[in-house]
Every structure is written in structure tokens, then in C-alpha cells.
T-cell receptor, first 114, second 112 residues
Framework: ETGVTQSPTHLIKTRGQQVTLRCSSQSGHNTVSWYQQALGQGPQFIFQYYREEENGRGNFPPRFSGLQFPNYSSELNVNALELDDSALYLC?????????????FGPGTRLTVT | AQSVTQLGSHVSVSEGALVLLRCNYSSSVPPYLFWYVQYPNQGLQLLLKYTSAATLVKGINGFEAEFKKSETSFHLTKPSAHMSDAAEYFCAGIQGAQKLVFGQGTRLTINP
């Protein structure tokens, strides 16, 4: 059974640029959630994708957008990067439609905005 | 809406001592609660979960947590700390359909 994978591991971008982060869900999982974890903080929910559609969104501006593909992998796109976007971005996969099913997290992508 | 509060941003114990990490929740509906562990430069690993079944939940690595409705608490314990337990621990609750709401985290340090 393949776990959740994320790419790239680390990324350095300049303020104003755009970035795309990628996530492959665990086998058999059809739901992907994205979280932002700032240094010293708990993860904050960005949004969730279930069967290729957005299924909930946290308190993040529209410049944070995403996609889910037919194989249930997902992308997180961030436009017009700001310094405060520097964080660890975590992807989690789960089985949709079943509340309280545990979410399995990937290792994260560390984004640094300079 | 579900929210969780972790008491103590940093806990330090001696190797072999009891580990107690505190979490309180706030919810108007039966909660679903989780403890996750995060090692340096890694993602989150699920330690255990409470889903309205047994109030004492056993997890991996010798950890367990007890759900106490009267105290709105879900504290994490381990009878004997090991050096490998040093990590950041997060309590989380479910909000809506699978949206996890996390506490601020507690950094556990183990002294030899």
C-alpha cells in the first residue's frame, strides 16, 4: 500500500510569484485535504477535494486554488505569493463520505517566500 | 463549531516518567477527536482516534487517551516516556465533513 506523497520537498519562491504543489493520495482514497502549517502553529485547513470537486474551504483567499484529478491526486496553486505564505503545506488523503475516517498525511512541502 | 485547546505549549519529562498532554474540546455535537504526532521535518502521524465508542482509546507506541465528556477533555498519556517520544503532538477535532481543526500543539521533550 503506497502512502501519501508530496512534491517537491522544499521550494523557494520570490514574493509575487506563483507556485504549484502536488500530492498523490493513498491507494483507495478519494478525498484530498490541504493544510497550511506556519512555524510553531497547528495546521490550518485550506480546502478539501472529493471526487474532483471542492468540498469545503477554510479561511484562505481565492489566490489559493486547487485541483483534483481522476486518479485522485491533487494540486495546490498559490498565486501572487506573499511572505506570510511561507509554511509547511500538508496534504492528507481519506475515504470520502465517512465522517471521522482518519486522514493520512504526507511529509509536506516546505515553501519559503523571500 | 468544534474547537480544541491544548494546555501547555511545551512539556518536559524524564525518561521513564509519565507523559500527560492535555486537550480540551468545545462542541455542541458528539465529538470525533484525534491525536497526531509530528517528528521534526515530517508530516503528521495518527496516534489514536475517538469516535464515540470506548472512552479509553489505545493507540500506537504505547499511547492512550481518555474521553471525558464531563470535563470536555481528551488527554493523551503514556506510562513510561522513551527518548523516541520527543516530538510535537497535536490534538484535533472534526468540523463538518472531515475538516480537521487542530490545537496549537505541545512540544514534548524527554530528559535522559
Amino acid at each position: 500500500e503506497t502512502g501519501v506523497t508530496q512534491s517537491p520537498t522544499h521550494l523557494i519562491k520570490t514574493r509575487g510569484q506563483q507556485v504549484t504543489l502536488r500530492c498523490s493520495s493513498q491507494s483507495g482514497h478519494n478525498t484530498v485535504s490541504w493544510y497550511q502549517q506556519a512555524l510553531g502553529q497547528g495546521p490550518q485547513f485550506i480546502f478539501q477535494y472529493y471526487r474532483e470537486e471542492e468540498n469545503g474551504r477554510g479561511n484562505f483567499p481565492p489566490r489559493f486554488s486547487g485541483l483534483q484529478f481522476p486518479n485522485y491526486s491533487s494540486e495546490l496553486n498559490v498565486n501572487a505569493l506573499e511572505l506570510d505564505d511561507s509554511a509547511l503545506y500538508l496534504c492528507a488523503s481519506s475515504v470520502g463520505g465517512k465522517i471521522a475516517y482518519e486522514q493520512y498525511f504526507g511529509p509536506g512541502t516546505r515553501l519559503t517566500v523571500t | 463549531a468544534q474547537s480544541v485547546t491544548q494546555l501547555g505549549s511545551h512539556v518536559s519529562v524524564s525518561e521513564g516518567a509519565l507523559v500527560l498532554l492535555r486537550c480540551n474540546y468545545s462542541s455542541s455535537v458528539p465529538p470525533y477527536l484525534f491525536w497526531y504526532v509530528q517528528y521534526p521535518n515530517q508530516g503528521l502521524q495518527l496516534l489514536l482516534k475517538y469516535t464515540s465508542a470506548a472512552t479509553l482509546v489505545k493507540g500506537i507506541n504505547g499511547f492512550e487517551a481518555e474521553f471525558k465528556k464531563s470535563e470536555t477533555s481528551f488527554h493523551l498519556t503514556k506510562p513510561s516516556a522513551h527518548m523516541s517520544d520527543a516530538a510535537e503532538y497535536f490534538c484535533a477535532g472534526i468540523q463538518g465533513a472531515q475538516k480537521l481543526v487542530f490545537g496549537q500543539g505541545t512540544r514534548l521533550t524527554i530528559n535522559p
